[in-house]
C-alpha cells in the first residue's frame, strides 16, 4: 500500500484528505500548531491545550464513521456560552485533559471516528508564528498575521517562538513516505506554519518520497498581492529547502458566480508568468460550489475551494504512473506520454 503524507492546515488539508479517503492508501495528516484564532485561541489560552481546530478537520475528512458523527465533529456552536466552538474542538479538549496528553487525545478521537490513517502534529512544542519585517518589526501570532496587511514591506522572515522540534512520528512518516503532497493554504499560517519546525526541512531533503505541491486558487490581498505561481514556488523552496518533483495547478475558470464573489473581495486568481514552467501539470482542480460559513465561525475564511475528488484522482494518477516514463497529465486529467 502507498504512504502518502499530506501536509497543512486545515481546510486545505481537509479538502485533500477528504478524496484521498476514498482510496487504497497509508495516509497520514501532518497538522500546522500554531493556530491561535477563534475557538482555537480560547481553548488555548483557558486549558494551554495545543491547537485542536485543524486537528479535528482532518480527523473528520479522514473518518469512516456516519456522516451524522462527522457533522457533530464540525459543529459549530451559534448561540450561549459555547458560541464559536466547534464540538469536535471542545472533544479533542476534553479528552486532553482526560488522558493528559495531546497527542493521546488525538489518538482516542481517531478511533473513535474510524479515522483512515494517522493525523500528527507537526510538533508538540507550545509555539507562536512570528515573522520579522524589514522594517525590524515583528508581529507575533497566527491570528494577527492571518488579518496584517504586508503589501508595504519587501522582506519578510517566519519563524516559530519558541522554536519547535518536529514531532519524531511526523518525520519517520516523511522518511518512509512515497509521496508527500504540500497542500493549498494561506501561505504563511497554513504552509509555512509546517516548513518553519526545527527538523523539517531536513527530512522534506532526506526523503526519497516525490514532493508534489498543489497550488493556491486565489491569491489573499493583504498577503500575496499579484502573486503568481513561481513566487510561491520560489518562497515554498526558500523555507523547505528542495523544490518541487510536481505541481498541481488549476487552469479552470470559476463559475460567473464564485468569480464575482472572490472579485468583490478583491482576491486574484493565482497565475503563471511562464506557460512552460517545467514540472507543472495543468488541471481542472477547482470546485463551483461555493463554501459555506457558519455565522459562529469568527475567522476569516476563503469560499472558493478546490474540488476534493478531482485532486484525489490526480494524485492517484501520479502515483500509479510508471516512475521510468515521462508523462504528464493534460487538461483532462489523463495520463499522457511524451
Not at 493556530?35 to 479522514?62: H, K, M, N, Y
Not at 495531546?102 to 471516528?113: C, G, N, P, Y
Request: charged share 30%.
Amino acid at each position: 500500500m502507498k504512504k502518502v503524507v499530506v501536509i497543512g492546515g486545515g481546510t486545505g488539508n481537509f479538502t485533500i484528505l477528504s478524496g484521498l479517503r476514498e482510496y487504497p492508501l497509508d495516509i497520514t495528516a501532518v497538522v500546522a500548531m500554531a493556530d491561535d484564532g477563534g475557538s482555537t485561541a480560547a481553548l488555548r489560552d483557558e486549558f494551554g491545550i495545543l491547537p485542536p481546530g485543524d486537528v479535528r478537520q482532518c480527523l473528520v475528512a479522514l473518518s469512516e464513521e456516519s456522516e451524522l458523527l462527522r457533522k457533530l465533529f464540525n459543529y459549530r456552536f451559534d448561540r450561549g456560552v459555547f458560541f464559536g466552538h466547534t464540538f469536535g474542538n471542545l472533544f479533542i479538549t476534553a479528552l486532553e485533559r482526560v488522558t493528559g496528553n495531546f497527542e493521546k487525545a488525538v489518538e482516542e478521537a481517531s478511533d473513535i471516528l474510524k479515522v483512515k490513517g494517522k493525523v500528527l502534529p507537526v510538533t508538540t512544542d507550545d509555539v507562536r508564528l512570528c515573522c520579522k519585517l524589514d522594517n525590524r518589526r515583528i508581529v507575533k501570532g497566527e491570528h494577527k498575521l492571518d488579518e496584517f496587511d504586508f503589501r508595504k514591506y519587501k522582506k519578510r522572515e517566519f519563524y516559530l517562538e519558541p522554536e519547535g522540534k518536529i514531532n519524531p512520528k511526523v518525520k519517520k512518516a516523511i522518511l518512509e513516505a512515497d509521496l508527500v503532497v504540500l497542500s493549498p493554504g494561506t501561505l504563511s499560517t497554513s504552509l509555512l506554519a509546517n516548513l518553519v519546525v526545527k527538523g523539517f526541512p531536513e527530512a522534506l531533503k532526506k526523503t526519497k518520497a516525490k514532493f508534489i505541491y498543489i497550488s493556491n486558487l486565489v491569491n489573499k490581498p493583504e498577503e500575496n498581492e499579484d502573486w503568481c505561481l513561481e513566487d510561491y514556488l520560489e518562497e515554498l523552496k526558500k523555507y523547505s529547502g528542495r523544490g518541487f518533483d510536481l505541481v498541481l495547478f488549476n487552469v479552470t475558470e470559476p463559475s460567473t458566480e464564485v468569480k464575482k464573489r472572490y472579485l468583490a473581495h478583491k482576491e486574484t486568481p493565482v497565475k503563471m508568468k511562464n506557460d512552460n514552467l517545467e514540472n507543472v501539470i495543468r488541471l481542472d482542480l477547482i470546485s463551483n460550489q461555493i463554501a459555506a460559513k457558519s455565522r459562529a465561525d469568527m475567522i476569516k475564511r476563503s469560499f472558493i475551494r478546490h474540488d476534493s475528488d478531482k485532486i484525489a484522482a490526480a494524485i492517484m494518477e501520479v502515483l500509479d504512473r510508471d516512475q521510468n516514463s515521462r508523462s504528464i497529465l493534460n487538461a483532462q486529467g489523463k495520463l499522457s506520454k511524451k
